[in-house]
């Protein structure tokens, strides 16, 4: 398996290490439930260095993403401004998901998936070629000058960071959501997978253990995959294999705002989306009875037969909840039966979103 800079930090703080997508990862330190209410409440550690970083330079850069994603790269305008975006396939499948920063017109940064990075330079590479356009892409989780990716997540995440980088303040304090700094070998954003404020520190991989050992020294509790996969449902937020894959619309994975039909600009997909009208609806589950739930349980409405994507028990709410594709007709507030164990469960449909900044919104 693949290891990340931290995998032996992970080891000697006592890490339950877990096979993710071919990467050695930590699951928990010992209790994934207080892992998740750290981030909630406080302050919560990630390494995500499993996730690619890549770098686009050259003329054509700014041409070949606004061919390549379903977003709009003219609307990055300021330095440091980042969205989010999916990659499609020309039946309007999703490639991946991913977040792309501007740094001038020449130069952008991106973040893919750690499972689909192999896939997604393979992919962009052809796309480059096929085009001939004029622009570099280096990934950096590997090779020379390999870069490691730290998340510090929670309501106190960014005053722990000014503890641990004081030099970093002022350059970053001012940030808004989806903006990105550097300073020096630092590239601080303000992003995130858990539905609470903080920074995603990208650094060079031979500083990554000073860093993780400073921020845990600056009271930041580490967490592993479990608690970010809890808390990122409760968000509301896909997660790529599972929520939407190569064989769904972003229409149908609630991705919807994502993508860009309005300007004249042409990108991969955007005749089959136009062509293929949304046939799912993407919305929130609540369980109203006893139980957990699951990917892949049925979800019968009164207008037809949905499926679970994601699910889980929410720690904060001390509740079932789930992501689902549902008939197009289903609405919020409406009941439904989900099976769980062959037996109907009712649960209630709500909009996708259970939690941000620590704060029920169902």
Sequence with gaps: MQKTILNETHRQSGAKMVDFGGWDMPLHYGSQIEEH????????????????????????????????????????????????????????????????????????????????????????????????????????????????????????????????????????????????????????????????DGYEITLPAGRAVDLWRALVGAGVRPCGLGARDTLRLEAGMNLYGQDMDESVSPFDAGLAWTVDLKSPRDFVGKSALLNQPQRQQFLGLILLERGVLRAHQQVSTNTGVGEITSGTFSPTLQQSIALARLPLASAIGDIVQVTIRDKPLPARVVKPCFVRHGKALV
């Design 37 to 196: 209410h750290a981030v909630r409440r406080d302050a919560g550690l990630f390494d995500v260095s499993h996730m690619c970083t890549i770098d686009l330079r050259g003329a054509d850069a700014k041409a070949f993403l606004r061919r390549l994603l379903a977003n709009d790269i003219d609307k990055l305008k300021t330095r440091g401004k980042a969205f989010y975006s999916v990659m499609l396939n020309d039946s309007g499948g999703v490639i991946d998901d991913l977040i792309v920063y501007f740094l001038d017109e020449e130069r952008y940064r991106l973040v893919v998936n750690a499972g689909t990075a192999s896939k997604d330079l393979q992919w962009m590479a052809t796309c480059l070629l096929d085009w001939r356009m004029t622009a570099e892409l280096t990934p950096r989780r590997e090779g020379n000058a390999p870069l490691a990716m730290i998340a510090v997540q929670g309501p106190t995440a960014r005053e722990r960071v000014w503890q641990a980088l004081p030099d970093c303040r002022n350059a970053c304090a001012a940030l808004k959501p989806f903006f990105a700094a550097e300073i020096g070998e630092l590239f601080i954003a303000t992003t995130g997978y858990t539905g609470e």
